[in-house]
């Protein structure tokens, strides 16, 4: 879509107003909403104004002044404002029209640019599989004398014996999934697949094609629905398109959505199972006749995923709590192995019988991370792996979940916690510098940020440390 295609898009919905989207460093999505009549061609090259200095990380007041460009491509009629309004994501730039290193949509742009001059393909592929949680209510609160999270879930297993007719209703269906027990579970036991399909048709309606939804294997509402796979930042993109859709349905509905990885002790995580694959000249260059019919590029790309994990960790599991959910027992993969078909490694190699369908899929990220960030890590671990041949090692085959500890303690894992992650990413860097698509600036801002979420944590009382050291 060009600018002119844009604009009669704005004419032919009758919008009222055009809304700017854009990434935080966080992954947050911000706007910024003008009204049609400040909207013209010229907009598309000269952009929007706004304050840099007002977005956590970003610029200082005496260097505030920032642009949004608006990507014209990605202009989509929005599907929950009462007037209607054309949507557009941004590129944020310098007034002099560089663009800002720290913003994440710009770094993922690089990364598709260092892909192309490498030489060694022409596009990735990426396809995440996104899961979450919708609630019926979440309440937290921490002060100086009390600290308290409460989720509650009509769906949830925990509810069984509760009395509804108090609250008005005819009581207790008595159908609802057991702990680790929602996979694929069908109506009345899956409560919530109308709301899924509700947020499936205006994914579509935005743009983002759906290819199924199901319930997930937590109790308490945890879903996935499945998209199709695209180019590094339009996938990324429609990350984006995916929590809005999903956080607004549920809201619209008078339930809240979390992408959250762990909101529920004792019960699976949220993750994003990341497919992967790289195109040149209109070939698969994963496709091959090694193991799992993967080419020997794509085995080295496995290889370089390896041996930047740690680092990666920062970018694809980029919270404290996402640390609650690698652990062993809850489908949440921590040994850095590969295997084809087998779900308890941390890098699968899905089964296709299409030559263009050969990928490989990173199972430990979760939907903390910023989908910019992460994506152009895992893309530019990958490239370095195929660009220094770094053998992954031998395929595990076995259910990593019931290896003796012996042997498990033979494999390596993915970080133990955000701050051994970020330690590891201040180490390791070069390979995300290739061809300047992250810049020491960014990391260290990045680095910065995210390590006071980690003091915070550090810092507050957590009540299970009054159960286990109040009576000491």
């Given at each position: 879509?060009?600018?002119?295609?844009?604009?009669?898009?704005?004419?032919?919905?009758?919008?009222?107003?055009?809304?700017?989207?854009?990434?935080?460093?966080?992954?947050?999505?911000?706007?910024?909403?003008?009204?049609?009549?400040?909207?013209?061609?010229?907009?598309?090259?000269?952009?929007?104004?706004?304050?840099?200095?007002?977005?956590?990380?970003?610029?200082?007041?005496?260097?505030?002044?920032?642009?949004?460009?608006?990507?014209?491509?990605?202009?989509?009629?929005?599907?929950?404002?009462?007037?209607?309004?054309?949507?557009?994501?941004?590129?944020?730039?310098?007034?002099?029209?560089?663009?800002?290193?720290?913003?994440?949509?710009?770094?993922?742009?690089?990364?598709?640019?260092?892909?192309?001059?490498?030489?060694?393909?022409?596009?990735?592929?990426?396809?995440?599989?996104?899961?979450?949680?919708?609630?019926?209510?979440?309440?937290?609160?921490?002060?100086?004398?009390?600290?308290?999270?409460?989720?509650?879930?009509?769906?949830?297993?925990?509810?069984?014996?509760k009395d509804y007719k108090e609250e008005g209703e005819e009581g207790n269906s008595g159908h609802r999934p057991r702990v680790k027990g929602g996979y694929?579970?069908?109506?009345?036991?899956?409560?919530?697949?109308?709301?899924?399909?509700?947020?499936?048709?205006?994914?579509?309606?935005?743009?983002?094609?759906?290819?199924?939804?199901?319930?997930?294997?937590?109790?308490?509402?945890?879903?996935?629905?499945?998209?199709?796979?695209?180019?590094?930042?339009?996938?990324?993109?429609?990350?984006?398109?995916?929590?809005?859709?999903?956080?607004?349905?549920?809201?619209?509905?008078?339930?809240?959505?979390?992408f959250m990885p762990k909101p529920i002790v004792g019960d699976n995580g949220n993750g994003l199972h990341v497919n992967q694959s790289i195109f040149k000249?209109?070939?698969?260059?994963?496709?091959?006749?090694?193991?799992?019919?993967?080419?020997?590029?794509?085995?080295?790309?496995?290889?370089?995923?390896?041996?930047?994990?740690?680092?990666?960790?920062?970018?694809?599991?980029?919270?404290?709590?996402?640390?609650?959910?690698?652990?062993?027992?809850?489908?949440?993969?921590?040994?850095?192995?590969?295997?084809?078909?087998?779900?308890?490694?941390?890098?699968?190699?899905?089964?296709?019988?299409?030559?263009?369908?050969?990928?490989?899929?990173?199972?430990?990220?979760?939907?903390?991370?910023?989908?910019?960030?992460?994506?152009?890590?895992?893309?530019?671990?990958?490239?370095?792996?195929?660009?220094?041949?770094?053998?992954?090692?031998?395929?595990?085959?076995?259910?990593?979940?019931?290896?003796?500890?012996?042997?498990?303690?033979?494999?390596?894992?993915?970080?133990?916690?955000?701050?051994?992650?970020?330690?590891?990413?201040?180490?390791?860097?070069?390979?995300?510098?290739?061809?300047?698509?992250?810049?020491?600036?960014?990391?260290?801002?990045?680095?910065?940020?995210?390590?006071a979420e980690v003091t915070r944590l550090r810092m507050e009382t957590h009540p299970c440390e009054f159960d286990m050291y109040y009576g000491v």
């Open positions: 879509m060009s600018a002119s295609d844009a604009m009669k898009l704005i004419r032919e919905s009758e919008a009222k107003f055009v809304d700017f989207r854009f990434t935080d460093t966080v992954g947050k999505e911000r706007h910024n909403t003008f009204p049609v009549a400040a909207m013209d061609e010229k907009v598309f090259k000269e952009g929007k104004p706004f304050d840099g200095s007002s977005i956590a990380g970003w610029r200082g007041i005496n260097d505030s002044d920032m642009l949004l460009i608006p990507d014209a491509a990605s202009a989509v009629v929005d599907p929950f404002y009462q007037e209607n309004t054309v949507n557009f994501r941004c590129d944020v730039v310098h007034p002099d029209m560089k663009p800002y290193e720290r913003d994440p949509r710009s770094v993922a742009k690089k990364a598709e640019e260092y892909l192309s001059s490498s030489g060694v393909g022409d596009q990735a592929y990426f396809g995440p599989e996104s899961e979450f949680f919708i609630f019926d209510s979440v309440q937290w609160g921490g002060e100086m004398g009390s600290a308290f999270y409460e989720i509650d879930s009509k769906e949830a297993a925990w509810n069984s014996a694929f579970q069908s109506p009345p036991t899956d409560s919530q697949a109308d709301v899924r399909g509700v947020m499936c048709l205006l994914l579509n309606d935005m743009g983002v094609v759906t290819e199924a939804h199901n319930h997930e294997v937590g109790t308490a509402g945890q879903a996935e629905i499945g998209t199709g796979f695209n180019t590094m930042v339009k996938k990324a993109d429609e990350v984006q398109i995916l929590k809005y859709v999903v956080h607004n349905v549920a809201h619209n509905h008078n339930m809240t959505a979390t000249g209109g070939k698969n260059i994963f496709d091959g006749k090694e193991y799992g019919n993967l080419s020997q590029e794509a085995l080295y790309y496995i290889g370089g995923i390896f041996r930047h994990a740690r680092a990666l960790n920062a970018f694809t599991n980029a919270s404290t709590n996402s640390y609650k959910r690698l652990v062993p027992g809850f489908e949440a993969p921590i040994q850095l192995a590969y295997s084809a078909r087998n779900r308890s490694v941390s890098c699968r190699i899905p089964h296709s019988a299409n030559p263009k369908g050969r990928r490989i899929e990173a199972r430990f990220p979760d939907s903390s991370a910023n989908p910019y960030f992460a994506f152009a890590a895992l893309l530019m671990a990958g490239l370095d792996g195929i660009q220094n041949k770094i053998d992954p090692g031998k395929p595990s085959d076995h259910d990593l979940y019931t290896l003796p500890e012996e042997q498990l303690k033979k494999i390596p894992t993915v970080a133990p916690g955000l701050d051994v992650a970020l330690e590891a990413l201040d180490k390791d860097r070069e390979f995300l510098k290739a061809g300047g698509v992250m810049s020491d600036d960014m990391i260290d801002g990045y680095i910065a940020m995210k390590m």
